[in-house]
Nanobody, 120 residues
Framework: QVQLVESGGGLVQAGGSLRLSCVVSGTIFSINAMGWYRQGPGKQRDLVASISKDGRQNYADSVKGRFTISRDNVKKTVYLEMNSLKPEDTAVYYC??????????????WGQGTQVTVSS
């Protein structure tokens, strides 16, 4: 059973910072790409940032220069450092990972989500 558990969300004033973490646990053969998505009220779930197994990063235009994604492959953890937060960053943030549980089978897995609220 694979689990992704996020932490680090909360309430912060505009201009502030938060750091999200997502730890992967369970029977895992390998973890490929990892990423963070967000879903604001009444909106679809969109990609915020992703990072490949070898560290290549990709960001949504709206967060470039403010957010940084990183990962620790030994700890099976992905992080999202969020700076200069804006009210429009308010959303539920979801961790995502492409995980193989054996050498031939892989799937996308999601965390339960963590709320980030930015007040103006």
């Amino acid at each position: 059973q694979v689990q992704l558990v996020e932490s680090g969300g909360g309430l912060v004033q505009a201009g502030g910072s938060l750091r999200l973490s997502c730890v992967v646990s369970g029977t895992i053969f390998s973890i490929n790409a990892m990423g963070w998505y967000r879903q604001g009220p009444g909106k679809q779930r969109d990609l915020v940032a992703s990072i490949s197994k070898d560290g290549r990063q990709n960001y949504a235009d709206s967060v470039k220069g403010r957010f940084t994604i990183s990962r620790d492959n030994v700890k099976k953890t992905v992080y999202l450092e969020m700076n200069s937060l804006k009210p429009e960053d308010t959303a539920v943030y979801y961790c995502n990972a492409e995980i193989k549980t054996n050498w031939y089978s892989g799937n996308d897995y999601w965390g339960q989500g963590t709320q980030v609220t930015v007040s103006s």
